[in-house]
């Protein structure tokens, strides 16, 4: 939030690469100017580049307050809000709208409204393409410099984009707890040297990677970082036919714990009794925990708005991940070839130790061997039991998996 003092001091020092002014018309209750499109323009430019602050009801040009009635303030305040929401893409996260009174050169009392909008951790397209800003105003990218700043934000993959920066972040937004399995002290240079931490202009954030493992709550700086787990009673996606639900949060780790207990609780047992007691499950549950923990790993952190999903339903378990597939594998190749999406999270989750019991059905004791054994693993475990392959598809941008339920031991007699 700012200050009045604070806002005055901004305009007292014009327009830069930091701040614009917009002088605002509203008429019964609508905001005819700034444009809805200009403005998107505008509050991405910010985005894109270093961050910056529009104070509504100053002149541009002079630098008068001219202020906005306080009637207005709060048509203003929505179009602004709705703005950041609706008109940039993907929608941006670290913005903040307010109000504030401030005395003008005459010593009135004036009403003005802000948007405070950070560096952001994606490029934003806005309602007329691509915009940075430069000096006191935006500019349209051109495609080298599209291409340059996406290079920059990792989503071109020139720099892995688990170790990039997470603006507005810092050592306070990791758990103590949670660090220190991966470091001896809690220095910021013993985090920096695991890339826990990370320096963008001479200031120092949590990366990307450090958030997903040392943050109890990553999903409220990497938008929709969390896996989401749905039952259902038939063979298809259907909420009437929804039996249960659950959304799991906190680090990387205790989301694959979570997911995995889930397909566990629904994981039905069919048994028969001849010579001795015969026991079958649907689906090999070290097989889930593979899938699980490829999903996490692989899945692609950069794209906004987008959940690792399973779904279990009568005949099949799906896991959705987002993202493509990294470099240049096929769903042909998973099983003979490995490449890694987050190397620095590959590297972590192989440092974090499974409980005994846990290790003990999953064959291993660590999350990650990181001997390229996992996509195998989820073939042999699942074939053994259903007779039918398990299939990775291509849909719609995510890597799906498909997981055959085994037929019942009752229904095989």
């Known amino acids: 939030m700012l200050t009045a003092s604070r806002v005055m001091e901004m305009v007292r020092t014009s327009e830069n690469s930091g701040v614009e002014f917009k002088e605002a018309r509203i008429n019964s209750n609508r905001v005819v100017d700034p444009h809805r499109d200009g403005l998107s323009d505008e509050l991405a430019a910010f985005a894109n580049q270093s961050g910056g602050?529009?104070?509504?009801?100053?002149?541009?040009?002079?630098?008068?307050?001219?202020?906005?009635?306080?009637?207005?303030?709060?048509?203003?305040?929505?179009?602004?809000?709705?703005?950041?929401?609706?008109?940039?893409?993907?929608?941006?996260?670290?913005?903040?709208?307010?109000?504030?009174?401030?005395?003008?050169?005459?010593?009135?009392?004036?009403?003005?409204?802000?948007?405070?909008?950070?560096r952001s951790l994606w490029l934003h397209k806005s309602s007329n393409g691509y915009f940075y800003r430069h000096g006191d105003s935006k500019r349209e990218m051109s495609t080298e410099h599209l291409l340059r700043v996406g290079q920059s934000r990792s989503q071109v993959r020139i720099i892995s984009f688990d170790e990039q920066a997470v603006p507005n972040t810092g050592?306070?937004?990791?758990?103590?707890?949670?660090?220190?399995?991966?470091?001896?002290?809690?220095?910021?240079?013993?985090?920096?040297?695991?890339?826990?931490?990370?320096?963008?202009?001479?200031?120092?954030?949590?990366?990307?990677?450090?958030?997903?493992?040392?943050?109890?709550?990553?999903?409220?700086?990497?938008?929709?970082?969390?896996?989401?787990?749905?039952?259902?009673?038939?063979?298809?996606?259907?909420?009437?036919?929804?039996?249960?639900?659950?959304?799991?949060?906190?680090?990387l780790d205790e989301q694959i714990i979570c997911a995995y207990n889930f397909v566990n609780q629904y994981n039905r047992l069919s048994a028969r009794k001849e010579v001795g007691r015969e026991e079958k499950p649907q689906y090999s549950m070290r097989a889930v925990f593979e899938a699980l923990v490829n999903a996490v790993v692989h899945r692609d952190y950069s794209i906004h708005g987008s959940r690792i999903r399973l779904f279990m339903f009568a005949d099949r378990l799906e896991i959705h991940s987002p993202g493509a597939l990294a470099n240049t594998l096929t769903v042909d190749s998973l099983i003979d070839n490995q490449f890694t999406r987050n190397e620095l999270l590959s590297r972590l989750l192989s440092e974090v130790s499974l409980n005994d019991g846990l290790g003990t059905t999953v064959g291993r004791r660590y999350f990650l061997e990181r001997r390229g054994e996992g996509v195998g693993i989820i073939f042999r475990e699942s074939e053994s039991l259903s007779a039918r392959r398990p299939v990775y598809d291509m849909v719609d941008g995510e890597l799906k998996l498909t997981i055959h339920a085994a037929e019942s031991l009752q229904d095989s007699t």
Do not use: W
Not at 206 to 230: E, F, R, W
């Open 171 to 251: 050592l306070d937004t990791l758990q103590k707890n949670l660090y220190l399995r991966f470091v001896v002290d809690d220095k910021q240079s013993s985090l920096g040297k695991r890339r826990l931490l990370a320096s963008h202009d001479n200031t120092t954030h949590a990366t990307v990677a450090g958030i997903l493992m040392c943050s109890p709550v990553p999903d409220q700086h990497i938008h929709n970082s969390y896996i989401q787990a749905v039952f259902y009673r038939g063979k298809d996606r259907d909420a009437n036919y929804q039996i249960d639900a659950k959304d799991c949060h906190g680090p």
């Open 53 to 118: 602050t529009v104070i509504f009801g100053v002149t541009d040009n002079t630098r008068q307050i001219t202020g906005i009635a306080p009637s207005n303030i709060g048509t203003l305040v929505r179009y602004v809000s709705e703005i950041c929401h609706d008109s940039v893409d993907p929608p941006l996260v670290d913005f903040y709208v307010g109000d504030v009174l401030v005395t003008n050169e005459s010593g009135d009392e004036r009403h003005l409204v802000y948007v405070q909008v950070g």
